[in-house]
T-cell receptor, first 113, second 117 residues
Framework: AQSVTQPDIHITVSEGASLELRCNYSYGATPYLFWYVQSPGQGLQLLLKYFSGDTLVQGIKGFEAEFKRSQSSFNLRKPSVHWSDAAEYFCAVGAYTGNQFYFGTGTSLTVIP | DAGVIQSPRHEVTEMGQEVTLRCKPI?????LFWYRQTMMRGLELLIY????????DSGMPEDRFSAKMPNASFSTLKIQPSEPRDSAVYFC???????????????FGPGTRLTVL
């Protein structure tokens, strides 16, 4: 069955520290992969997406993600976290063909001074 | 483009009342999704439409919920009668279908925060 797993429910990092949010997917075909961010009281905003090509994808706000097929992962990274990055982060996978789109349960990020 | 537009942004109603949430997708998008977000259950897909046709409504919690998309620029999600457990944030999202048949990224509206007393 198709699924997306975000193993970390909540992460706390210090401002200026590096960040990695994990995402694992289970899908039998080539996936499309997405990361979204949701600030408090806001809707979801797309950070980046991977469809094909270079497995290291650059997104907005200084985020990047790397697709690793062998590990079925699409982890999100940022070298230096800012206090404004505190939010909920969702990983999502879409089917290469067909009408499926799945969201993970989200990772809540807290940034401490 | 103004993005996905949802109205109202906040709705407070009493148990038993009918609630109608509205969504205007991004022009040119041919898929529309309704989600519900709660602390307990996270983000849940309720129903989605392709070219105004409902494709999968298996996420609709019960018969009190119904959704329509009469044209490409408008959709409604109705709850009748409403119950306190329906209190949540309801998001609408739109997307375009790629030539492969898959979806491009979804663009989310700001959500409607529903409180049923």
């Amino acid at each position: 069955a198709q699924s997306v797993t975000q193993p970390d429910i909540h992460i706390t990092v210090s401002e200026g520290a590096s960040l990695e949010l994990r995402c694992n997917y289970s899908y039998g075909a080539t996936p499309y992969l997405f990361w979204y961010v949701q600030s408090p009281g806001q809707g979801l905003q797309l950070l980046l997406k991977y469809f094909s090509g270079d497995t290291l994808v650059q997104g907005i706000k200084g985020f990047e993600a790397e697709f690793k097929r062998s590990q079925s992962s699409f982890n999100l990274r940022k070298p230096s976290v800012h206090w404004s990055d505190a939010a909920e982060y969702f990983c999502a996978v879409g089917a290469y063909t067909g009408n499926q789109f799945y969201f993970g349960t989200g990772t809540s990020l807290t940034v401490i001074p | 483009d103004a993005g996905v537009i949802q109205s109202p942004r906040h709705e407070v109603t009493e148990m038993g009342q009918e609630v109608t949430l509205r969504c205007k997708p991004i022009s040119g998008h041919n898929s529309l999704f309704w989600y519900r977000q709660t602390m307990m259950r996270g983000l849940e897909l309720l129903i989605y439409f392709n070219n105004n046709v409902p494709i999968d409504d298996s996420g609709m919690p019960e018969d009190r919920f119904s959704a329509k998309m009469p044209n490409a620029s408008f959709s409604t999600l109705k709850i009748q009668p409403s119950e306190p457990r329906d209190s949540a944030v309801y998001f609408c999202a739109s997307s375009s279908i790629l030539t492969s048949g898959s979806y491009n990224e979804q663009f989310f509206g700001p959500g409607t925060r529903l409180t049923v007393l």
